[in-house]
């Protein structure tokens, strides 16, 4: 019998391409299995195999979301795999989005399965659950191990066209689906069973979980930007030399805020990027790149602006759990207010 | 951080390279970026050109913040 045929998608930093230095590479197609490849190879036996490993790297990719996914798919189409795998991402956000793309890519254009991991809190995670089983992964390689036997089991059940059963038997996120079943009780059992648990102070469960949305309303626009104090908020990690408050270089638990009082430009003798998510190189000559402070001085000698705030509030947005960006977010807009300020320009890598 | 600045009232501009990151998380002003290492300006181009490149990408996010929205908003 021939073996099934799988495609396996991977980044840069998991094909031994290189980190944020290889982040820029163009597509390309490996034959056989490669990095993360081997284990789920291992894992699937002797039934399957991996044709195919496409790379791609996570920089090209974000910029170039259409023509990376159209150069990918005409690398893929020609193996006619069974099967299609990206990542697992972990918690990289920018690989997250490059597998949930590309996995939504070949299963609308090439008509077969796919399958990929993330760690919850990827943003991959939201824009993707619902079109795509994204397995459920720790958040650094280090859960490979553990997420390897959940794609064969997924991997398998697809390519056989097998049930999937609910995420948290199956091992992947919550996708938002319903799935009418018969309960062995009636409802109104089962309404005072939850009751009982509840009063006890015991777990539990809701059988109807309603799907959260956290949106904020827009504000209405600023009206008199001639008179508007603006301040420079970033998730991009630059902080002064020597990073005096060490904020983290990923995952970061806090943020910091700096003066930029009389200065004209960002200069770098006073400060540095401790981003890890993005190639240094060029912030760490040209700050300006991530806080835009010498044109937004002109603009305010110019009286476009009224008056730009004499600090800027800084974090390293890469790793860093929504949770914590949403925490420092409530500490600081107090100040914010405080201080008068009319508008925010937030700067992201 | 965006929601939490436009929460309280404060219009807030969102200048990002990954666009489909930000609309992920809910900013309603989005201004895309030039490139990941390099969000505002350009260093492959000569000192002038990138900061011209950024002077215009603060036009737009200044002209974002000008612009009533009643949805997320990408200005191009």
Known sequence: MAKYKIVHYINNFFS?????????????????????????????GEDYEIAATVVCGDNYFGENLEDATAELLSMIEPFKPDLFIAGPAFNAGRYGVACGTICKAVEKELGI??????????????????????????????????????????????????????PDIEGYLERGIR??????????????????????????????????FDRVEPTAPVTDMAHTKIAIVTSGGI?????????????????????????????????????????????????????????????????????????FITTTGTGTATGNAKAFGEDFVGKLKEDGIGAVILTST | MVKEIERVGIPVVHI?????????????????????????????????????????????????????????????
């Open chain 1, 16 to 44: 031994g391409a290189g980190g944020e230095e290889a982040a820029g590479m163009r597509p390309e197609v490996h034959e056989g299995a490669m990095g993360p490849g081997l284990a789920l190879l291992e894992a699937f």
């Open chain 1, 113 to 166: 399965p796919v399958l990929t991991g993330m760690y919850e809190e990827n943003p991959g995670v939201d824009m993707f659950r619902k079109d795509l089983i994204v397995i459920k992964t720790k958040n650094s390689a280090a859960g490979m191990r553990k997420a390897v036997p959940v794609f064969k089991n997924l991997g398998e059940k697809l390519v056989k066209g097998e049930e999937i059963l609910g």
């Open chain 2, 16 to 76: 990002c390279t990954v666009v489909p990151i930000s609309k992920t998380i809910g900013a309603n002003r989005i201004v895309p970026a030039i490139g990941i290492p390099y969000p505002l300006g350009d260093p492959t181009k000569s000192a002038e050109q990138s900061k011209k490149i950024r002077r215009e990408l603060v036009e737009r996010g200044l002209k974002a913040l000008e612009t009533p929205v009643s949805e997320q908003t990408v200005f191009e």
């Open chain 1, 179 to 212: 799935v009418n079943y018969f309960a062995e009780k009636r409802g109104s059992e089962r309404a005072i069973e939850l009751l009982v648990k509840k009063c006890r102070g015991e777990e539990c469960p809701t059988e109807y979980p309603m799907p959260k």
């Open chain 1, 239 to 311: 902080v002064p030399q020597g990073n005096p408050d060490h904020i983290e270089s990923s995952s970061a638990t806090k943020y910091g805020i700096y003066s930029i009082a009389g200065m004209e430009r960002m200069d770098k003798k006073d400060f540095m990027t401790v981003h890890g998510g993005y190639d240094r190189a060029f912030v760490t000559e040209d700050p300006n790149l991530v806080i835009p402070l010498d044109v937004l001085r002109e603009m305010e000698k110019e009286g476009v602006i009224g008056e730009l705030a004499d600090y």
